[in-house]
């Protein structure tokens, strides 16, 4: 795979948890920005350690057309796994309003920051991290774009 985009789910594509009672919710512009990225030759990524939220997100976005692909951070190959999946690093992106911050500026992504969901309390409390971040962007449509620049 040349380029990819992984993003994290809850707080950057939809609001809510699928671990509690209360249904999550997809932000309005999640699809737009999927779509927009499948159309500029990215693979896309959910990234999360829970299979549950994967389907549910899959289920959620309910479009047949995306192709999506589930990524979890936490397992003991994940560095490995990008390695031999990933020919492209340089192009490739991590969306998030904060969470895996850290582990994926370890594997030299283009970052981007939403400032959806925690994306705010990330900003404020990010002191030297602010140097990971490529870009800040109000939501995950803007970042899309982003994404799509390269850069």
């Known amino acids: 795979m040349e380029k990819a985009v992984f993003f994290s789910g809850e707080g950057t594509t939809f609001s809510g948890s699928?671990?509690?009672?209360?249904?999550?919710?997809?932000?309005?512009?999640?699809?737009p920005a999927l779509r927009l990225l499948?159309?500029?030759?990215?693979?896309?990524f959910l990234v999360t350690p829970e299979l549950r939220e994967y389907r549910w997100f899959k289920s959620a976005l309910n479009d047949r057309t995306l192709s999506l692909g589930h990524f979890d951070p936490e397992r003991?190959?994940?560095?490995?796994?990008?390695?031999?999946h990933l020919s492209g690093?340089?192009?490739?992106?991590?969306i998030t309003d904060g969470r895996y911050l850290k582990t994926f500026a370890g594997w030299n992504f283009k970052i981007v920051l939403v400032l959806s969901g925690c994306g705010m309390d990330?900003?404020?409390?990010?002191?030297?991290?602010?140097?990971?971040?490529?870009?800040?962007?109000r939501d995950i449509y803007a970042a899309?774009?982003?994404?799509a620049a390269g850069g």
């Open 18 to 31: 699928v671990r509690t009672p209360a249904r999550p919710e997809l932000y309005p512009e999640t699809l």
């Open 38 to 44: 499948a159309r500029r030759g990215f693979g896309l």
């Open 76 to 84: 003991p190959d994940a560095a490995g796994w990008l390695k031999n």
């Open 89 to 94: 690093g340089r192009e490739s992106c991590y």
């Open 122 to 137: 990330t900003l404020v409390s990010a002191g030297n991290d602010l140097k990971l971040l490529a870009d800040v962007c």
């Open 144 to 147: 899309a774009f982003s994404a």
